[in-house]
Structures are given as C-alpha cells and as structure tokens.
Nanobody, 120 residues
Framework: QVQLVESGGGSVQAGGSLTLSCTASKNAASMGWFRQAPGKEREGVASMRDRREYYADSVKGRFTVSRDNAKLELYLQMSNLTPEDTGMYYC??????????????????WGQGILVTVSS
C-alpha cells in the first residue's frame, strides 16, 4: 500500500498559477496527476515514469510535472489556468510501469484529491 496526500489546491482567477504537491509514504516507480470536473470523466493530466514526463494535450506548455525522490514528493506546476482546468485533482502511483502513463486504470494507489477552482 502507498499512501498519498495532496496539498496546494485552492481558488484562482483565469490566467493565474498554482502548484500542487503530493507526498507519498514510499517510493513508486510511476506517479501522476489526474483530474475530474463535475459531470465529466476522470482524465490524466501529467505523469512521470522514471525521469520521463507525459502530458495531456490540453495542458502541454502550461503545466509542468516534477518529483523529488528524496522527499517522496510529486509536484504539478500549473500556469495560465482557465475555467476548464477546474476540478478535483488526484495524485496516483503504482509499482512498475503502466501501459499508458495517462490512463487512470493503470494506477493502483490514489490520494483523496484536492479541489482546484479557476474563475473567469
């Protein structure tokens, strides 16, 4: 079991920035960020497998994922936010490597989620 705790959520205006953090109880080979907006399916946002980064097309150029292995933390730097970025953001992890780094079906451990609200 891997325990994950997200932090850094909040409310910002469109065009603003926000950084999310995820602290894990132990190291995991693959970690990622997912989000779910009201009435929509959960989608992959960004993830890391080893040192490789993966991004959804909707956030490329605006979001940056990184991790600090010594601190067992994963980060998501978000900039130029839009109302479409609003939703619950979840940190996820798994041992080994997922077939699709942005598929939530391939991640076994999840945090409770943290709310991000972007107003227009």
């Amino acid at each position: 079991q891997v325990q994950l705790v997200e932090s850094g959520g909040g409310s910002v205006q469109a065009g603003g920035s926000l950084t999310l953090s995820c602290t894990a109880s132990k190291n995991a080979a693959s970690m990622g960020w997912f989000r779910q907006a009201p009435g929509k399916e959960r989608e992959g946002v960004a993830s890391m497998r080893d040192r490789r980064e993966y991004y959804a097309d909707s956030v490329k150029g605006r979001f940056t994922v990184s991790r600090d292995n010594a601190k067992l933390e994963l980060y998501l730097q978000m900039s130029n936010l839009t109302p479409e970025d609003t939703g619950m953001y979840y940190c996820a992890a798994r041992a080994g490597y997922p077939r699709d780094p942005l598929s939530d079906n391939d991640y076994l451990h999840w945090g409770q989620g943290i709310l991000v609200t972007v107003s227009s």
